[in-house]
């Protein structure tokens, strides 16, 4: 569920990185929130998956809030303002950080051992990712610009959501944790839409809202829901290494979509990363 996963979350940073430059990435957010409970819910009615809200809302009301927070309103917002204004490659290469900070925090809060493999997996897979997004290129850390910041931020909020999101996933399936969290995320985020974004940034052409569509329905009706899968059967940090092909993902995209290919270094790096997520797989 993770790898598949990674195929749709990785097309979708492309998608993001392209809206999120001409459209407020606020009006992004809420859109792209409201879109997607739409398509989770047919989907839901399509494979006959039952809604929990209920038990979602008694049950686990700490640990919903918690992801509702740190996730869906704070890393999203903070993630998408990073894509604005940053190079979207260099944004891919800095979510390879992301298993990183899981592992910090499983470490610290679920008091799960660190080994030298796992770190070791975790170098291996950065190293990878840092080989096949910068090309080895010298003139990578010539500019640091506001946005980077912005993405390692971002990651810090979204690593933490995997700690509550796993313990929700044991019992409450995916689609309805999806539509809950976005439902109420979207609606603590409508009155920064009303009362900061212009009204004139809130104009749409067909392009930006084709491109929000799109976006909601590779990251958060495919992404975000199989990511979800994922936590209810393997370890938060696991599925967070396994994201780590997202920039091949993005890649392939890329190629097809704007004609860019790669190169043999880049080609190398990513045959690293895809080693690094094999063996992360196989990790007990």
């Not at 940073?13 to 606020?26: D, G, L």
């Not at 925090?105 to 291996?124: D, F, M, N, P, W």
């Not at 990712?129 to 506001?146: A, K, W």
Request: glycine residues 6%; aromatic residues 14%.
């Amino acid at each position: 569920m993770a790898s598949l996963s990674t195929i749709f979350i990785g097309f979708s940073i492309v998608v993001a990185s392209a809206v999120t430059k001409f459209v407020n990435p606020i009006v992004v957010t809420v859109l792209g929130y409201v879109v997607s409970v739409f398509f989770i819910f047919l989907m839901a009615k399509m494979i006959g998956e039952r809604f929990q809200a209920r038990e979602l809302l008694r049950n686990f009301r700490r640990p919903l809030s918690e992801v509702i927070i740190f996730r869906c309103v704070l890393g999203q917002l903070i993630l998408l303002f990073g894509f604005s204004m940053t190079i979207a490659m260099r944004a891919v290469f800095m979510l390879r950080f992301e298993p990183v900070f899981v592992l910090i925090y499983s470490a610290i809060l679920l008091k799960e051992k660190v080994t030298a493999r796992k770190l070791g997996l975790i170098a291996l897979l950065i190293l990878g990712g840092f080989i096949f997004i910068t090309n080895l290129s010298p003139n990578f850390m010539q500019e640091i610009m506001l946005g980077d910041a912005l993405v390692i931020i971002a990651l810090a909020f979204l690593a933490y959501s995997y700690l509550p999101s796993s313990k929700i996933s044991k019992e409450i399936n995916p689609t309805t944790m999806v539509i809950t969290s976005n439902l109420i995320a979207a609606a603590i985020i409508i009155p920064l839409l009303v009362f900061i974004v212009p009204i004139s940034a809130m104009a749409l052409n067909a392009t930006g809202l084709a491109y929000i569509v799109v976006y909601a329905i590779l990251f958060y009706v495919f992404g975000v829901v199989l990511w979800f899968k994922a936590l209810g059967s393997v370890r938060p940090w696991v599925v967070a290494s396994l994201l780590a092909l997202e920039p091949i993902a993005g890649a392939l995209l890329a190629f097809f979509w704007l004609g860019q290919g790669l190169t043999t270094v880049q080609f190398i790096g990513g045959v690293i990363m895809i080693a690094a997520t094999y063996f992360i797989a196989k990790y007990k």
